[in-house]
């Protein structure tokens, strides 16, 4: 699966205008939400908190135009509990972005 990193920033240049600095604030707090979201997913105990994380982290995807990460997360959300390679792709499809 290929990441547009571009995606991102062109979402938050669409929100916000021409504005480096606040645009690299809003994407560093993305990612930062995004490797909270994984982690929190990773760290479930049952079920329903593996859904949530990954319900969230669907959320923040699509409030930042992470097409991409937002239909992994959403695999996610159907994937079984604890599927340690499901976090992998997540934790690697932040990482590319």
């Known amino acids: ?11 938050l240049a669409a929100a916000v ?4 600095g606040l645009i690299a604030e809003l994407r560093l707090a993305f990612l930062e939400g995004a490797q909270a979201h994984v982690a ?8 329903e908190a593996w859904r949530a994380a990954a319900y969230r ?17 959403g695999e996610a959300s159907e994937a079984r509990f604890g599927d340690v390679e499901m976090v992998r792709k997540l934790q690697r499809a932040v990482a590319r972005l």
């Open 1 to 11: 699966m290929a990441y547009d990193p571009g995606q991102i920033d062109a979402a």
């Open 17 to 20: 205008g021409d504005e480096p």
């Open 40 to 47: 929190a997913l990773d760290a479930a105990r049952d079920g």
């Open 57 to 73: 982290l669907r959320g923040l995807a699509a409030s930042f135009g992470a097409v991409r990460l937002m239909a992994l997360a």
